[in-house]
């Protein structure tokens, strides 16, 4: 049997849950200033620090959600978001800024991705789109031309979807990893040792990417990211709005020349996020919904959620996903009808980028589910120079064709409440390892088997809640892939 979310377990020195305004600015000072006895400290105050006691103001008790997540400290980062009383939208924004330092390799300030959120209060879903941006042609003299960077302003996006806490105070624990360091995971380790020959040419990426030997960072080394983790402070001081229209934009379009990728401050300012319903059917009592196209892994993922319903087997399921979504690429149409519409049976496409998952859930019954991306593993594999920010691949220009990202949540909407979440990647069976684990959830397997079924080289991160939320929490399992190197966890008070 599953644990519950309630039963996973705790550090036994947790993090203190709360960092209060004048802790987060007091830290950033105190990382200008030299001393060794700093990085412990300030460590600690920038990730959470000024723990709420009970009588005390933002103290909290009982569950008070979970999160599953493609990489260790993003979960982490999230769990500590929602002991501190934030809301699900709260912790998936502190996630995806913690990716940006600790999986750069699929998640970073120059790509983007896409969320959908469920709030019980207005009882529906709604999509937040802000993959990596486009270009309209190849900038002169830009040998690897770089996608518009949208995760910023993307996380800020979703923040104002049902964000409690101050968008400074979830910007600050990804700072305070870069800045500080911190130890290299094995999802990013992975990553590293496979692209690590064109990574490492470029001198920028090598600084921060190789050890003193000249190889590639491994498991459990430091990796230090201080260019990163100015940036980050930049935007959680200056708002995101800086990387776009401010002067932290001029930096970037600079920079962005050396590194062969040829953005424009013009272009920035005007890359936009936005908000879309998204692609919804009924299951049973419940719905489920989907990330709209053009984040068209969605569309994949209901394709082959139906074709798992009228008893295709998970290899048919996910090539019936990946054939429609190569559908609506080549010819476009009604997304909903291309579900259960006849398609020419997939070519081979080339490899697809890769991207990177997490599913978070609240006491409330709120709940995250997000896909993120570079467009390629590290982007173009080449760093904006003084910034830390890898760029990503700009989708549709040479053989770069854009991710199939892919997430989905279920809900009873007769309820108000939350059901399952799921996010996956794993290239072109991204798809399924969204649907396949929503559809064994709704049919009453527990999350770790739901997540196992999943074929290589899927990955997915579910939360399932058989008896809904908000009530019967104790119905709650979360799992992240074993064959993966992420995290799931639940938040519960001590």
């Known amino acids: ?78 769990r500590n978001v929602l002991s501190a009383g934030g ?44 993959p990596p941006g486009g270009r309209e042609a190849v900038p002169p003299r830009a040998d690897r031309p770089a996608a518009l960077p949208m995760m910023a302003r993307g996380l800020f996006a979703l923040h104002s979807r049902g964000g409690r806490r101050p968008f400074e105070e979830l910007v600050a624990p990804a700072e305070g990893a870069a800045r500080l360091g911190l130890e290299v995971s094995r999802a990013l380790a992975t990553d590293l040792a496979a692209v690590a020959g064109p990574l490492l040419a470029d001198p920028w990426a090598a600084a921060v990417f190789a050890g003193p030997n000249g190889q590639p960072l491994a498991t459990g080394e430091r990796l230090l990211q201080p260019d990163l983790g100015g940036t980050l402070g930049a935007l959680r001081t200056a708002g995101v709005g800086d990387l776009h229209q401010g002067q932290l934009a001029r930096r970037l379009e600079e920079a962005s020349t050396p590194a062969g990728g040829g953005l424009t401050a013009a272009e920035m300012r005007a890359a936009l996020p936005r908000l879309a ?42 090539a019936r996903g990946v054939a429609v979504a190569r559908a609506w690429r080549e010819r476009g149409g009604d997304p909903a009808a291309l579900v259960t519409a006849e398609v020419p049976a997939d070519a081979a496409w080339p490899v697809l980028p890769a991207s990177a998952g997490l599913a978070v859930v609240d006491r409330d019954g709120m709940a995250v589910s997000c896909a993120f991306t570079m467009n390629n593993l590290f982007g173009t594999g080449r760093v904006a120079p003084g910034t830390g920010i890898l760029l990503a691949a700009a989708p549709g220009i040479g053989q770069v064709a854009p991710p199939l990202l892919s997430a989905g949540i279920a809900h009873n909407a007769n309820l108000r409440s939350f059901r399952a979440a799921a996010a996956g990647s794993g290239q072109h069976m991204a798809p399924l390892a969204v649907a396949l684990p929503l559809f064994g959830a709704l049919r009453g397997a527990d999350a770790p088997a739901a997540v196992a079924a999943v ?37 519960v008070d001590r």
């Open 1 to 78: 049997m599953a644990p519950s979310l309630e039963a996973f377990a705790r550090p036994a020195n947790p993090e203190p849950r709360r960092a209060s305004r004048a802790a987060v600015l007091a830290t950033a000072a105190a990382l200008l200033l030299p001393g060794c006895g700093l990085l412990e400290s300030a460590g600690n105050a920038v990730g959470g620090g000024g723990q709420p006691q009970a009588g005390q103001q933002g103290f909290v008790r009982g569950f008070l959600g979970g999160v599953a997540a493609e990489e260790p400290r993003a979960a982490l980062a999230a």
């Open 87 to 130: 809301s699900a939208v709260d912790a998936a924004v502190a996630a995806g800024f913690m990716m940006t330092a600790s999986l750069p390799s699929r998640a970073g300030l120059g790509g983007g991705g896409a969320c959908l959120v469920f709030n019980p209060r207005r009882n529906e879903a709604e999509a937040v789109l802000f």
């Open 277 to 318: 319903p998204p692609l919804a059917f009924r299951a049973g009592q419940d719905t489920l919904s989907f990330l709209p196209v053009p984040a068209d892994g969605g569309l994949a993922a209901a394709a082959a959620f139906a074709a798992l319903q009228s008893g295709a087997a998970p290899d048919a399921a996910a």
């Open 455 to 491: 074929p290589d080289p899927g990955r997915a991160q579910l939360l399932s809640c058989p008896g809904y939320l908000p009530g019967a929490n104790s119905s709650c399992t979360g799992a992240t892939d074993p064959r993966g190197a992420g995290l799931a966890l639940g938040a």
